[in-house]
């Protein structure tokens, strides 16, 4: 632990490498050769170590954790997801294992009905994050299970507890939308605004707002505030481009519109090379891992 902490990892290996092979039924040993080898860039002998480390002990709330984490920052989510749902199944208990799930979905966009249980024992967790946070943690994924009222109580509380939050305050008008609630929702839009008076995205929902309900003028006004701010929004630059083309300036809109396209053809090409290379980097460290350098070195390359 003293070589790790000092930043000589290679040494730190070595001996944790040592104490494994001298207590070959200790989690412990195999959970900080995991986490020395993660520091040096081996996530597939991370991976290794921390499962045996699960298998010698499936109670092992650090190594479970340590597993889940690993997986999920090389990109593997459904691996680190089934890592936390075995886990859990072991420890049904643990309020760190629930919470790293939850964090996990939301990142997935996915959910089901059992991870509920984090909306009813919310008060119980607040130990595990600041209770704004986690109000506004578990109010997501309720809202993933869209179960839309349960999410906006929660940001109503977290609203309560953070007051001068100008991102509550904009979730909690999302949520009044959402369930039908305009005029609250507006309203708390527009305290998110006078919190962030810069903020884009609120801005932007604003004028969404009064270009839905027929004041394109006043929508146009608020949007370009936002793309004064960021000009490549391309939530913005849209909904500019129908709130000119609603004021009669039809060409001016057409103009934004077309900017709106190159905008989002630009992004998808971004996400798509996003995932192509974090794809590859996978697969480079599982062949590193496998010693076959040579297609590593071409993985790296691509």
Not at 194 to 219: C, F, K, N, W, Y
Request: glycine residues 6%.
């Amino acid at each position: 632990r003293a070589a790790l902490r000092e930043g000589r990892v290679a040494t730190a290996i070595e001996q944790f490498e040592s104490a494994a092979a001298r207590t070959s039924a200790s989690s412990e040993a195999y959970r900080m050769l995991g986490t020395a080898s993660l520091i040096n860039g081996d996530i597939i002998r991370s991976v290794q170590h921390l499962r045996e480390a699960v298998r010698l002990n499936t109670r092992d709330e650090r190594s479970w954790l340590a597993l889940a984490r690993t997986l999920d920052e090389a990109g593997d989510r459904a691996e680190a997801e089934d890592a936390l749902r075995t886990a859990l199944t072991e420890l049904p208990g643990s309020g760190a294992l629930r919470w790293r799930l939850s964090t996990t979905l939301e990142k997935r966009q996915g959910a089901d009905q059992a991870d509920l249980t984090l909306v009813a024992v919310a008060d119980q967790m607040v130990l595990l994050a600041g209770s704004g946070e986690l109000y506004r943690a578990v109010a997501r994924l309720a809202d993933l299970n869209l179960d839309f009222d349960a999410a906006a109580r929660l940001l109503e509380r977290t609203v309560a507890v953070t007051p001068n939050n100008a991102a509550a305050h904009q979730a909690l008008g999302r949520a009044y939308l959402e369930n039908g609630r305009e005029t609250e929702g507006y309203a708390e839009l527009v305290i998110a605004l006078l919190i962030d008076p810069d903020a884009v995205s609120t801005l932007t929902e604003l004028g969404q707002l009064h270009l839905s309900a027929g004041r394109p003028a006043r929508a146009i006004g608020l949007v370009e505030r936002a793309l004064d701010s960021e000009p490549t929004n391309a939530v913005a630059v849209r909904t500019l481009a129908d709130a000119l083309v609603r004021a009669g300036r039809t060409a001016e809109g057409k103009q934004r519109l077309e900017e709106f396209e190159r905008l989002q053809a630009r992004a998808l090409e971004i996400e798509r090379r996003v995932r192509t290379t974090a794809s590859l980097a996978l697969q480079a460290e599982i062949r590193a891992g496998e010693r076959q350098f040579s297609e590593a070195i071409d993985l790296w390359r691509q």
